[in-house]
């Protein structure tokens, strides 16, 4: 599981919740006013059904290279993780391995419903579709043995 790795190397965030709190990125219309005029973040009043539509190629473009924006996809949900990698709790480099791309189970062994919901939210910028995954999800195991040939 080579992606596990990749951001454990990383110290704690302290200016993580400041981070959260900011106002910056909702403003009147619900669609704030940041740098990607395109694709701005999208209000926290905004249903996921009701962002816009993102074509994959474009998501795949902002991979946080060369300057480029800091997108994932999660469940098809595309959010700009450009400044929360800074202060993602996990690192930045786990982040910033799955740039443009889809990480959506990588994601779900770490985070509740309630991380996304929280921080998530904030992050926003459209849905989309079509965008795989480039690592196959292990199997899930809950226990080894059966209940009835435990070897007692
Ligand atoms: C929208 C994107 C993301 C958000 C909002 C987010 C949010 C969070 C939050 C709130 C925590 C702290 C959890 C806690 O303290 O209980 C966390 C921790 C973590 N996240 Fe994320 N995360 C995101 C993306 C990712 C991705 C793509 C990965 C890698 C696949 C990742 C890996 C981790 C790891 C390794 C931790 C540390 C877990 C621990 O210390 O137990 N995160 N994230």
Redesign the pocket.
């Known amino acids: 599981m080579g ?1 596990m790795t ?3 190397q990383q110290p704690p965030r302290t200016d993580y919740e400041q981070f959260l709190r900011r106002d910056d990125a909702v403003k009147a219309g619900g669609v704030a006013q940041v740098e990607d005029v395109e694709y701005p973040i999208c209000s926290k009043d905004i249903q996921n059904v009701d962002l816009p539509i993102i074509p994959a190629e474009t998501v795949k473009l902002r991979d946080g290279k060369k300057g480029s924006k800091l997108w ?1 996809v ?1 469940d098809e949900i595309v ?1 700009d ?1 450009s400044d ?1 990698t800074r202060v ?4 930045d480099n ?2 910033q391995s ?1 740039g443009g791309q889809n ?1 959506s189970w ?2 779900w062994r ?2 509740s419903r309630k ?2 919901v ?3 939210t904030a ?1 926003r910028v459209g849905k989309t579709k079509g965008i795989g995954n480039r690592f196959k999800e292990p199997k899930k195991y809950i226990g080894l043995r059966t209940l009835d040939n435990d070897g007692w």
């Open positions: 992606w990749l951001g454990s994932i999660i959010y993780c929360f993602h709790p996990g690192g786990v982040i799955f990480c990588q994601f770490i985070h991380h996304l929280e921080s998530g992050l």
